[in-house]
């Protein structure tokens, strides 16, 4: 076998164990999708200091070929731009909620991490009959939920969801470092690094950090 070919048949073989891994990670929307559409959740930036928290809702389609979902902290910056784009190009709908600082000091992050949640299934252009959630059960929503301990690692669906809002949460910050450079949030995207809590320390704080998580150090 020449090296060509070799490099070929190693490249096969990564792929068809890729494959096969997603194709375990359908298990969850293979089990509901007798119910009709069946949609991901999952939010991004509960921990920040600064900026909102972001939910996505995605409804990918019975027969998705999409490859390489995963919890979107597994994925490098380039993978997770290239996966965005693939899921909004593939997908049944997608749905983006937010929750800015004010609201998180207002209601809690909890509560208001439920509030996006809520924003992100009502963005969707079909109604879902069955949301597969990381973790937790969304309040006042009369949809059938399926919570999933580390979901995002277990189902396509919530992968999609949970890289959908991080790449959304992480543009939002890059764009809101252009207004607040000091703080560097194009790299730390709001949470409370050493050089983001020196910067909080001498600079005080701006107009997108939440309140309630900054008053140890401020």
Avoid: W
Wanted: charged share 30%; aromatic share 8%.
């Amino acid at each position: 076998m020449t090296a060509k070919e070799l490099k070929e048949q190693k490249r096969l073989e990564k792929y068809q164990k890729e494959v096969e891994r997603t194709e375990k990670l359908k298990e969850f929307e293979k089990q509901y999708e007798y119910l009709g559409y069946v949609c991901g959740i999952d939010e991004v930036g509960r921990g920040p200091l600064a900026g909102p928290v972001v939910a996505g809702a995605v409804i990918l389609p019975k027969d998705s070929k999409i490859l390489y979902l995963n919890d979107s902290k597994k994925l490098s910056e380039k993978k997770r731009e290239e996966l965005y784009t693939v899921i909004y190009e593939n997908a049944v709908s997608v749905g983006i909620g937010f929750a800015g600082p004010d609201r998180i000091d207002e209601i809690n992050i909890l509560n208001a991490t439920y509030e996006a949640m809520r924003m992100a299934i009502s963005k969707l252009s079909v109604t879902p009959d069955v949301l597969l959630n990381d973790a937790v059960t969304i309040p006042e929503v009369m949809i059938k939920q399926v919570p999933i301990i580390k979901g995002d690692a277990k189902s396509v669906s919530i992968a999609a969801a949970s890289i959908v809002a991080k790449v959304t949460r992480d543009r939002l910050m890059v764009e809101y470092d252009k207004l607040y450079p000091e703080y560097g949030f194009s790299k730390n995207k709001g949470y409370g690094t050493a050089e983001h809590i020196e910067a909080l320390k001498k600079y005080g704080k701006c107009e997108i950090h939440r309140n309630s998580f900054i008053k140890n150090f401020v």
